[in-house]
C-alpha cells in the first residue's frame, strides 16, 4: 500500500517557524517529482515547493521563495518543507505529493498541480495567527 504521511503542521505567531515532514510508506522517493501544496478555506490548491523526478530541479512558487525550503532525506524516505518567517497568509492546510513512473516531470510543471495520478498524504494544518 503506497503511503504519505504529513506531520509537524500546527499553530504559530506571525515571524515564526515550522518544518513539515512527508514520510512515504510501501515506495521509495528518491527518483520521485516530490512537492508541496496548500490548500486555504475558499481558494484553490497551490503547489508551493517541488522537487522535479531525481531532483535534478527544484520550484518554489513566488510568495514562499526565500521563507521556504524544500529538502529530501532519502535515508529517511522523507520530504521536509522547512517555513520561515511565516505569515498570516501562509495559513492552510498542507499536502504532500509524489508522481513517480517513467515520465520526468520538472519542479515547476508538478507543483503546476496537473498530475491525475499522483499520490497524496492526508494533509496537515499550518495556522499563523497572534
Known amino acids: 500500500q503506497v503511503q504519505l504521511v504529513e506531520s509537524g503542521g500546527g499553530l504559530v505567531q506571525p515571524g515564526g517557524s515550522l518544518k513539515l515532514s512527508c514520510a512515504a510508506d510501501?515506495?521509495?522517493?528518491?527518483?520521485?517529482?516530490v512537492g508541496w501544496f496548500r490548500q486555504a478555506p475558499g481558494k484553490e490548491r497551490e503547489g508551493v515547493a517541488c522537487f522535479s523526478s531525481g531532483s535534478s530541479s527544484t520550484y518554489y512558487e513566488d510568495s514562499v521563495k526565500g521563507r521556504f525550503t524544500i529538502s529530501r532525506d532519502n535515508a529517511k524516505n522523507t520530504v521536509d518543507l522547512q517555513m520561515n518567517d511565516l505569515k498570516p497568509e501562509d495559513t492552510a492546510v498542507y499536502y504532500c505529493?509524489?508522481?513517480?513512473?517513467?515520465?520526468?516531470?520538472?519542479?515547476?510543471?508538478?507543483?503546476?498541480?496537473?498530475?491525475?495520478?499522483?499520490?497524496w498524504g492526508q494533509g496537515t494544518q499550518v495556522t499563523i495567527s497572534s
Open positions: 510501501g515506495f521509495t522517493l528518491d527518483d520521485y517529482a
Open positions: 505529493a509524489a508522481e513517480g513512473g517513467p515520465a520526468y516531470y520538472s519542479g515547476s510543471y508538478f507543483c503546476s498541480d496537473l498530475s491525475s495520478t499522483a499520490a
